[in-house]
């Protein structure tokens, strides 16, 4: 059976750090209070100029690199953003140009906070089907240009950041055991659009405005719907939660991150957690937290990952790799 297989994954972070107290500067906030409401104690900040294309390419050669292979070798690029350059075109086709690559597609997908595990969704049925052999997924967002920074309630949570995964092609027996995607489980439902949204955009007549949220709705739903999700996963593949090696959730908060692992009943120690350093980077996260695992060689060769996300839309969603 034809499986997507990971080749390397990489990850960049913009150099501006912003801590708690830094952003207490900007509005009537604390260090502690988002410690113990979120987990968060810094976040990255895109330098003025900085674009989504720009963190989304340096992340892209990280994972080439670690994958060993070019720009050349690949012939799909499928990037998940909700913070494009431009309206268009698709930022993948603005990464594609600057890493050299010269055939192929390269697209964008938008599922907000769930970005990351809809694009590897894509890819791999793209691969597995015979329309691309090496395909690379990244997750790009620069959620401080949508933040509006008089909102203490929403402005704490997010950074910015990039991560990629490559993908080849592998042959499995077409079972748990196989190395690769063994499965994606993808959900939405629209009637939640206004919990969690940016006003403005080409259609509405509006600039880009900002991101707005009901936070205690989307806390209540985040929870509900990934427990839901990554029990969907496993039963899908036969499997139980103790054949997980790492949880590998989209990082929103600490208490989503922790309330989840408690309802699905996984122990803290096999969850990778990123979101103090590098708070909600949105489609980001998720590659970010996989790089981060494999880097300090956490996440070894045959290990069990289970991706998780949820988002506006609402969205949400899981992924099966066997690394
Ligand atoms: N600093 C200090 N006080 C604050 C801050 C802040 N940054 N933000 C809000 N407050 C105040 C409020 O004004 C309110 O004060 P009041 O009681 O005087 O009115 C008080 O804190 C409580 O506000 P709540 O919004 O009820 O606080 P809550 O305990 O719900 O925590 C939070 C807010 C952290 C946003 C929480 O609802 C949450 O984690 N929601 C999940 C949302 C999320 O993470 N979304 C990410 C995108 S979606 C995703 O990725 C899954």
Partial sequence: MRRSVALGCGAYLPERRMTNDDIARIVDTDDQWIVERTGIRERRIAAVGERTSDLATRAAEAALAAAGIGASDLDLIVLATATPD???????????????????????????????????????????????????????????????????????????????????????????????????????????????????????????????????????????????????????????????????????????????????????EKVIVTVDRHANTSAASIPLALAAGVADGRIQRGHLLLLEAMGGGFTWGANLLRW
């Fill in 86 to 268: 431009d309206t268009f075109p698709a930022t993948a086709t603005k990464v594609q140009a600057a890493l050299g690559m010269r055939r192929g597609a390269a697209f964008d997908v938008q599922a907000v906070c769930s970005g990351f595990v809809y694009a590897l969704a894509v890819a791999d049925s793209m691969l597995r089907c015979g329309q691309a052999a090496t395909a690379l997924v990244i997750g790009a967002e620069t959620f401080s240009r949508i933040l509006d920074w008089t909102d203490r309630s929403t402005c704490v949570l997010f950074g910015d950041g990039a991560g990629a995964l490559v993908l080849g092609v592998g042959e499995g027996q077409g079972d748990k055991r196989d190395r690769g995607v063994l499965s994606s489980h993808l959900h939405s439902d629209g009637r939640y659009h206004d919990l969690l949204y940016v006003d403005g955009g080409p259609s509405s007549g509006a600039a880009v405005g900002h991101l707005r949220m009901a936070g205690r709705d989307v806390f209540k739903h985040a929870v509900t719907n990934l427990s839901a999700v990554v029990e969907e996963a496993l039963t899908a593949n036969g499997l139980v939660l103790d054949e997980v090696d790492w949880l590998v959730p989209h990082q929103a908060n600490r208490r989503i991150l922790d309330s989840t692992a408690r309802k699905i009943g996984i122990p803290a």
